[in-house]
Nanobody, 125 residues
């Protein structure tokens, strides 16, 4: 079993920055693909970013490319999402997710086995 706990959400003005963090349990964190998704009110959950086992490969949704950066620290069992140049449309609940069964980095909800409870990010205009 893997437990994920997000932190770092909050209220920020447009153009500002936030750093989300996700702490994971589990002995083999270094073999989980990790991802971030988000869900805005009235919308479906969508892919934001994902990172491979040792962090050599990362992938981003077009809407956040160049503004968000995903990183991981396998020794600390954490994954982070650094968000810059935030826009009101980035407002959503952000979820950390883990895929314990694959080497390939997935970008769909179905690729991930474990989910955190989410953290709210609100960007004011």
């Amino acid at each position: 079993q893997v437990q994920l706990a997000e932190s770092g959400g909050g209220l920020v003005q447009a153009g500002g920055s936030l750093r989300l963090s996700c702490a994971a349990s589990g002995r083999t964190f270094g073999r989980y693909v990790m991802g971030w998704f988000r869900q805005a009110p009235g919308k479906e959950r969508e892919f934001v970013a994902a990172i491979s086992w040792v962090g050599k490969s990362s992938y981003y949704a077009d809407s956040v490319k160049g503004r968000f950066t995903i990183s991981r620290d396998n020794a600390k069992k954490t994954v982070a999402l650094q968000m810059s140049s935030l826009k009101p449309e980035d407002t959503a609940v952000y979820y950390c997710a883990a895929d314990s069964g694959r080497l390939q980095v997935g970008q769909t909800i179905q690729d991930y086995d474990y989910w955190g409870q989410g953290t709210q990010v609100t960007v004011s205009s």
